[in-house]
């Protein structure tokens, strides 16, 4: 029995060896790879639900920062850091571009501005030409951080009222949530938003804008250039604007691109 003990021995140990070498393998596979998106926060509900499931698929956590698409814009520049971008315009994911920042991109869906006003209308608001009123008091996104704001500016200019309603304007705020608060709090008679976000808050209604004075914008997401993850993030973008993840948009009252009628 003893000179079989030092093959047994060996054996024993090149067991535990084999099973220790198979464990790490097996704990390195199931590793997750993490990936950080700039988000507009107008597309939190169904990028928080498509990030869940992007995970489930492929083993990929998806980590978020929601702010307002300039913002996030500015935050890229100084850091450097990110693996895709998705602001609530093309205007922003344009300029991103320019400054070297994007590589691969694709569109999702649309952006549709309204006038929002508290439960009630209490101000009785039923058109754009309504918020020129002077007893009208306003609150609106920030033009220089926010693309919901930005885009009110620019359909109050494209109507030529202006100045008449930025006189009504009595608080600007950084994204498009806060001013959706504001409303359903009623601390304000009216403001611009997406209608695809406040449609479902039961302390807001919402007056649409004709198509001809409106100004409706498109969703994109592009992977950042300086992403160390980049098929990851290309796969993560593509499964975006897949099948299934516009079904989670429209799942969260969005209409998806390409859409002739919003053309």
Known sequence: MRKFMPIIAAFIITL???????????????????????????????????GEVFQQKYVTEVEYNYAGSNALLSQMEITQR?????????LYIEKADEKGFIDYQQLIAYHM???????????????????????????W???????????????????EIYDEVWANVVATLPTMNEVMLQIAMGQADASINWWDTVKSVPEIECVQIP?????????????????????????????????EGKAIFEKHGFITYPNPDYE
């Open 16 to 50: 535990l060896l084999t099973g220790i070498g198979v464990v790490g393998c097996t704990q390195e596979s199931q590793e997750t790879e993490s990936i950080m998106v700039y988000c507009g926060a107008g597309m939190r509900k169904p990028m928080d639900e498509i």
């Open 82 to 90: 990110g693996d895709a971008y998705m602001p609530g315009a093309t």
């Open 113 to 139: 501005p309204v006038i929002t006003v508290p439960k009630g209308n209490p101000a009785n608001i039923t058109c754009l030409e309504d918020l020129a009123r002077p007893d009208v008091k306003l609150i």
């Open 141 to 159: 996104g920030d033009p220089d951080v926010a693309a919901i704001g930005k885009t009110g500016v620019k359909i109050l200019e494209k109507n």
């Open 211 to 243: 198509k001809e004075q409106n100004s409706i914008k498109i969703i994109p997401i592009g992977v950042t250039t300086f992403s160390k993850h980049q098929e990851t993030a290309k796969t993560f973008v593509d499964f975006c604007a897949s099948s």
